[in-house]
């Protein structure tokens, strides 16, 4: 069953165009990996998900709810469900990394404090950085801060996990234990869009590749036909560049 | 024997009330329109009389210090005293610029104005004056080693003259000389300016004249005799004080006028050159001004923050005409000089019919023009937090306000306390503009004991000690509460 439908969705930016009316299904447990040069949108329809950007025009169905017209206080809810994680981790830095996780298990959901800690731990123990939890992002590292940026949007137990390129500000050798977690959540089943550059995880994680250029989208229900048989000049070119 | 002595007293007393009462009545029966008027009945009714003068204009009315306290003294508040006496009432005096005076009286801000002031065809169409309590004739007053130079009116033509502003010492000035008049506020700031040679004589009344002569042997009274009628000082009332007007008549003839007044000036040229160190003499205004320059600061940066805060909202919210209004007050404010703004408060208020002292359109223009500032700081501060933080919490759910208050308020006070803490110190500093109006702050009082002590340099040095001190200290003060702010939050360490 579609979890999340993609209806003709359009953006425009003043006179730039940056998405084409782009339609697409999203399955419960896909793993979606959305690939493209930069520049070809793939952030924005991304951010148009969970309606950080809203659309010029188009549907995003959300759970049989098209969610372009939920209200301010209905999207809080949604976006309960659409957990994002980003390139820049964007931890708050002025908490710890317990509360950094814990915060909107409170704030927002209003479970109590000591369940709160409970939850919080159990997911930081998931990303392997327990240890941390009482210092601040600033002293972690790129890998470890990112690891906890997962966990805080993985606490929220959302339904779909939204990744917007989320290894590319890590030094090298921090992107593998980012990538072995989400392998690990993409093999306990959960739904997955994950804008990346990483080849290698598209072809051996992903269930399907959404193949950007300059605002239109082709989408591949199989990665290997993709990387096999990419049968579009521009989708040669771009893995011509990057394999 | 107790309680006889108990009921004899309660007896006088119920006698007492009884008789008051009916003379009461009886007075009520003989009021009729020509024995009270609205001044003399707001005097009567709250017991005292206010009198407005300007203290800066010895003997008449100057600031002297008196166990180390700052006092108005001279022979018209002597007088004003008298006069209160005689109506049976305490006397205030409340201090203020000449030229705000009149409005003072016309508005019954006080009852009456004792400030050597002189019955003029304009003035009499606006106020009522009483007779004369004290005729005076104006002089040129100069340097001893220019008085030659200065010595007739033909000479004097050619002379810088200064004359305190509005006056009519100033008419008088600009019909001798043909040189452009330095018209100032206060009669120590043309005194010092002829101490500096940047004028060649002062126009003033020959008591004053004489004071200063007495106190320093540096000047001399130009022998030219001056054209046009001697000044006569008169007491001076609203138009409706016609009761008033009598009795302060029949007072001044009475208790003031002739001897009694002699004595009065007598005793003030006496205060007027009392021998005292400096330090103990004008300590006193130093620490009054730093008390109002650190007031002003503290209310100016203190409402800023509020005023400022709701610009900030304003101009960082969605909605257009806030947008817009905010932007429009901050870019105005920031484009106009203080200066203009604290004269624009002051007067403005003043036109539309608002009557506030000094000190408050001093505050009210400094912490309408800090608010301008505080606003810009709070914005930055606020937009400094990266977008991300934004993007961050409201993918977890959290509402608008909630990201607000817990993820981008906290890190925008990082940015924001130690720039209001500059903001203060600037404020500190600006807050001399205001003596323009006639703020006791430092820069003010400054002037005050230049003129007062004949020295132009030595108050100057103490003003910049002082304001340093303060900037500094509040500074470091500042960067060591950054310090602790810092030390707790290991983000930035
Ligand atoms: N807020 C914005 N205002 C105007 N143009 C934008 C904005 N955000 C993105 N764009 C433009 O949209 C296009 C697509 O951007 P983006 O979605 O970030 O691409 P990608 O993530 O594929 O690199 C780019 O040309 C970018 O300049
Ligand atoms: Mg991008």
């Known amino acids: 069953m579609a979890i999340l439908e993609i209806k003709n969705l359009h953006k425009e930016y003043g006179k730039n165009t940056v998405l084409k009316s782009i339609n697409a299904t999203v399955e419960e447990g896909d793993v979606i990996a959305i690939l493209g040069p930069s520049g070809t949108g793939k952030s924005t329809l991304l951010r148009e998900l969970n309606m950080l950007e809203y659309p010029t025009s188009g549907a995003v169905i959300f759970e049989d709810q098209d969610i372009t017209k939920a209200s301010e206080a209905g999207l809080d809810k949604i976006r309960q469900d659409l957990g994002m994680v980003f390139q820049s981790f964007n931890l708050f830095p002025n908490m710890t990394v317990l509360d950094n996780v814990k915060i909107a298990l409170t704030k927002v959901k209003g479970i109590a ?130 394999l | 024997m107790n309680k006889w002595i108990k009921k004899l007293i309660m007896l006088v007393m119920a006698f007492g009330l009884v008789m008051s009462s009916g003379m009461g009545m009886l007075n009520m029966h003989t009021v009729n329109a020509e024995e009270t008027d609205p001044t003399l009945e707001r005097i009567k009714k709250s017991g005292k009389l206010v009198v407005g003068t300007s203290a800066d204009y010895a003997p008449y009315e100057f600031h002297t210090t008196e166990h180390g306290k700052d006092k108005i003294v001279g022979f018209d508040i002597e007088a004003a005293r008298e006069i209160g006496k005689q109506l049976g009432v305490k006397t205030e005096i409340q201090e203020m610029s000449f030229d705000a005076l009149l409005g003072a009286v016309k508005t019954g801000k006080v009852d009456v104005v004792v400030a050597g002031m002189t019955e003029t065809p304009e003035r009499a169409e606006e106020v009522n004056f009483s007779k004369p309590y004290f005729v005076d004739k104006n002089v040129v007053l100069t340097l001893k080693q220019n008085k030659e130079k200065w010595s007739t009116l033909k000479q004097i033509r050619q002379a810088k003259l200064a004359a305190q502003v509005s006056s009519k010492q100033d008419d008088i000035a600009h019909d001798i000389t043909d040189k452009k008049v330095v018209s100032l506020k206060k009669i120590t700031d043309e005194v010092t300016q002829l101490n500096q040679e940047k004028v060649d004589g002062v126009v003033v009344a020959s008591t004053t004249a004489k004071s200063y002569l007495e106190q320093s042997d540096q000047f001399a009274v130009s022998p030219a005799k001056l054209p046009g009628i001697s000044n006569g000082s008169s007491v001076v009332m609203n138009k409706n004080a016609t009761v008033l007007q009598s009795k302060v008549n029949k007072i001044l003839d009475d208790h003031i006028i002739g001897e009694p007044l002699q004595k009065m000036q007598d005793d003030a040229i006496e205060l007027m050159n009392k021998k005292e160190s400096f330090v103990s003499k004008y300590s006193p205004y130093f620490v009054k001004g730093t008390l109002y320059t650190i007031g002003l600061a503290v209310i100016g940066v203190f409402f800023g923050i509020i005023l400022g805060i709701l610009f900030a909202l304003m101009k960082l919210s969605s909605i257009k005409v806030f947008k817009w209004l905010a932007s429009a007050y901050i870019e105005a404010v920031r484009g106009v000089p203080l200066l203009i703004q604290v004269f624009i408060v002051y007067f403005g208020t003043q036109a539309i019919g608002l009557h506030i002292s000094s000190f408050l359109a001093g505050a009210i223009a400094m912490f309408l023009n800090s608010a301008a500032y505080v606003a810009e700081i709070i914005r930055s501060g606020i937009q400094a937090v990266p977008d991300g933080q934004t993007e961050a919490a409201r993918s977890l759910g959290f509402t608008k306000s909630q990201t607000m208050r817990y993820m981008i308020l906290p890190q925008a006070i990082k940015n924001i306390l130690p720039a209001l803490g500059n903001e203060f110190v600037t404020v500190i500093k600006e807050g001399s503009v205001v003596s323009v109006i006639g703020v006791g702050e430092l820069t003010f009082q400054t002037s005050v004991v230049q003129g007062a002590s004949f020295k132009p340099f030595i108050p100057l040095i103490i003003t910049a000690v002082i304001y340093f001190i303060l900037t500094f200290g509040i500074s470091r003060l500042l960067n060591l ?13």
């Open chain 1, 113 to 242: 404090d000591d369940e709160a800690t409970a939850t919080a731990k159990q997911f930081l123990e998931k990303v392997g950085v327990v240890d941390k939890v009482d210092v601040y992002p600033a002293s972690l590292s790129g890998g470890q801060q990112q690891r906890v940026a997962i966990a805080r949007a993985l606490a929220m137990n959302p339904k779909i996990m939204l990744f917007d390129e989320p290894t590319s500000a890590l030094d090298p050798e921090m992107v593998g234990e980012v990538l072995k977690t989400m392998r690990e959540l993409a093999q306990e089943g959960m739904t997955m869009l994950v804008v990346t550059h990483e080849m290698g995880f598209a072809r051996e994680v992903a269930s399907k590749i959404w193949f950007m250029s300059d605002g239109d989208m082709t989408a591949y229900d199989n990665p290997v036909s993709f990387f096999e048989n990419p049968n579009s000049e521009r989708a040669q070119n771009f893995l011509a560049k990057m």
């Open chain 2, 481 to 493: 509460f950054e310090k602790k702010l810092r030390k707790s939050d290991k983000t930035l360490g």
